[in-house]
């Protein structure tokens, strides 16, 4: 097979993983899709990765008419490796989508979890508070008095800084149910 059969069927395959592409929509993603050494450009969306795949492909073409052979042999190489590791991803989309889900749920599943051990903390709290102040009613002793009023101070603090967290997580939560 001549080297220009093989650069017509690699541009095909190419091409065709280009039209794979072109029926998903190109969302970004947060989380890296690829190693770092598979691919010299990092984008958050998979057609920045296509671009790449297609630059590479013109290189070649320039390394085989000036009959560069060792850079032939790696760019073929490095475009195979790009090409199916690309097609990998695209096949994964419907299993991503569904694990971005997955992620949504778990993430407020979290918040929600995180709430209720708030609300847990800011009542335990609350009750600390409340018996350091009935101790500090019936002492007598000025020390005594002056290291429950030094406790209570402490857990007040504790308390408003409980109360704090609770408004940011209620706020996330706020936002997120408004996202959806």
């Known amino acids: 097979m001549s080297i220009q059969n093989l650069l017509n069927a690699l541009e095909k ?12 929509h190109d969302t970004p993603f947060s989380i890296a899709r690829f ?4 691919f010299h450009h990092h984008s958050n969306k998979l057609s920045g990765y296509m671009q790449e795949i297609k630059q590479n492909m ?3 073409k320039a390394c085989v008419n000036d009959y560069r052979i060792e850079q032939v042999k ?5 475009l195979v490796t790009q090409t199916e590791a ?10 991503r989508k569904q694990e971005d889900k997955f992620e ?10 995180r709430l209720a051990e708030h609300q847990d903390y800011e ?14 009613n019936k002492q007598v002793i000025l020390a005594n008095r002056s290291k429950l009023q030094r406790e209570i101070a402490a857990l007040a603090g504790r308390l408003a800084r409980c109360r704090q967290a609770l408004m940011r997580i209620e706020k996330s939560i706020e936002k997120q149910e408004h996202s959806d």
Do not use: P
């Open 58 to 60: 013109e290189q070649l």
């Open 86 to 95: 690309l097609k990998r991803e695209i096949a994964t989309q419907t299993l």
């Open 35 to 38: 190693d770092r050494t598979l």
């Open 74 to 78: 790696y760019l073929s190489e490095r």
């Open 13 to 24: 395959q190419i091409s065709i993983l280009e039209k794979d592409l072109t029926l998903l």
């Open 123 to 136: 009542r335990r709290l609350i009750a600390m508070i409340d018996d350091r102040e009935l101790q500090l």
């Open 104 to 113: 949504h749920r778990s993430q407020q599943r979290d918040l929600y979890q």
